[in-house]
């Protein structure tokens, strides 16, 4: 900004309230309390508009994916955490074959005869109350969208750390991004990264601000559905 940008000159009429004096050289120095300056950078100003573009979305950043979740293992080695699905799919197969050694031992049989659970407490009708489908169904349905902003929200700054110091490279033990390229100037809009739209909410890079404002506006319809369930269940016995 030279000089002649901040001639008092300049500075628009109703504006000029709020200069206490335009020192040398050219300093403009406002008075605090009595205004607020307006160099004409509101005529800058524009509605957001209300479709979201991609393209055009936080300055035309470039679309960069996160990768599979790494997990931090010792100090320089990283696990990637999708071999999580065949160990648990192989795991989920063990208990199901342990349960069924289980059931056919003739000591679970005898208490399975003994509680068979189909006694009905007085008061209570038998089957699943309506509410009680209804709740569970939002309880999901709400839940989706707060995992899937929740995951946008880590994106937008794709590391965990051990510390407060929050170093890349080497206090964090979770990341879905790649390692920090020694780059000097690496800010955190460089290390954002996006999500696809059937995964993420809204699944643009750069995007935690609609994000959080997913995240936390279900989040009071999701406690607003866990407090109705609750008084339900012990308004009408439904706990017994």
């Known amino acids: 900004m030279t000089d002649k940008d901040l001639d008092v000159r300049n500075i628009p009429d109703e504006s000029r309230g709020a200069v206490r004096q335009v020192d040398s050289p050219g300093t403009v120095t406002a008075a605090r309390g009595d205004g607020e300056l307006d160099f004409g950078y509101r005529a800058e100003l524009r509605l957001a508009e209300n479709i979201v573009n991609p ?9 960069k994916r996160a990768i599979a979740p ?3 293992v010792g100090r320089d080695r990283w696990l990637n955490l999708m071999w999580l699905i065949p160990i648990g799919f192989a795991l989920l197969v063990l208990a199901v074959a342990v349960g069924k050694g289980l059931h056919n031992m003739p000591a679970v049989q005898a208490f399975i005869q003994r509680y068979p659970g189909t006694h009905v407490p ?3 009708g038998p089957g699943i109350p309506a509410w009680v489908g209804w709740s569970h169904f939002f309880n999901l349905f709400l839940m989706m969208f707060i995992i899937r902003s929740g995951i946008q929200i880590l994106c937008d700054h794709p590391r965990l750390y051990f510390s407060r110091n929050a170093t890349p490279g080497r206090d964090e033990w979770l990341r879905v991004a790649k390692p920090v390229p020694d780059d000097p100037l690496w800010t955190a809009k460089d290390d954002s990264v996006g999500l696809p739209r059937q995964l993420g909410l809204p699944g643009i890079r750069h995007s935690i601000g609609l994000a959080r404002w997913w995240h936390l506006g279900v989040d009071v319809l999701w406690l607003l559905n ?5 008084v339900l269940l012990f308004a009408t016995g439904q706990w017994r």
Do not use: N
């Not at 393209?55 to 679309?63: H, K, N, Q, Y």
């Not at 866990?226 to 609750?230: D, I, K, L, P």
């Open 122 to 124: 007085s008061g209570v």
């Open 226 to 230: 866990g407090v109705v369930f609750y």
């Open 55 to 63: 393209e055009t979305w936080a300055g035309g950043i470039a679309d």
């Open 70 to 72: 790494r997990l931090r």
